[in-house]
């Protein structure tokens, strides 16, 4: 009863700088923790970030603490992950997900997520 919406992926170049965005309509009225999983070809789906709706809360993977950052914008429905120091390992569809029944609760597994965007992706060259 919520829709994702990500935007933001592109091309960018080794150590540059990318802003993913995740538009929530819907049953917006309710609180949802959100998180980000990224899956590349060939791998499985990963965990990104997540963040708690009253955002009082983060969980980072290890692979790209201190380069991403997962904020919201509750009055625009929005999530963002701000990626800096990009590398091509990171090169993937990234989604974005909401999760239901525990929002101040930053989770990690995929499973407990209840509602996804379509992706966007992202592509980082060498």
């Known amino acids: 009863q919520v829709q994702l919406v990500e935007s933001g992926g592109g091309l960018v170049q080794a150590g540059g700088s990318l802003r993913l965005s995740c538009a929530a309509s819907?049953?917006?009225?309710?609180?949802?923790?959100m998180g980000w999983f990224r899956q590349a070809p060939g791998k499985v789906r990963e965990f990104v970030a997540a963040i708690t709706w009253s955002g009082a809360s983060t969980k980072y993977a290890e692979s790209v603490k201190g380069r991403f950052t997962i904020s919201t914008e509750n009055a625009k429905n929005t999530v963002y992950l701000q990626m800096n120091g990009l590398k091509p390992e990171d090169s993937a569809v990234y989604y974005c997900a909401a999760e239901r029944d525990y929002p101040e609760v930053a989770r990690t597994r995929a499973v407990l997520y209840d509602y996804w965007g379509q992706g966007t992706q992202v592509t980082v060259s060498s």
């Open positions: 819907g049953r917006t009225f309710s609180r949802y923790g």
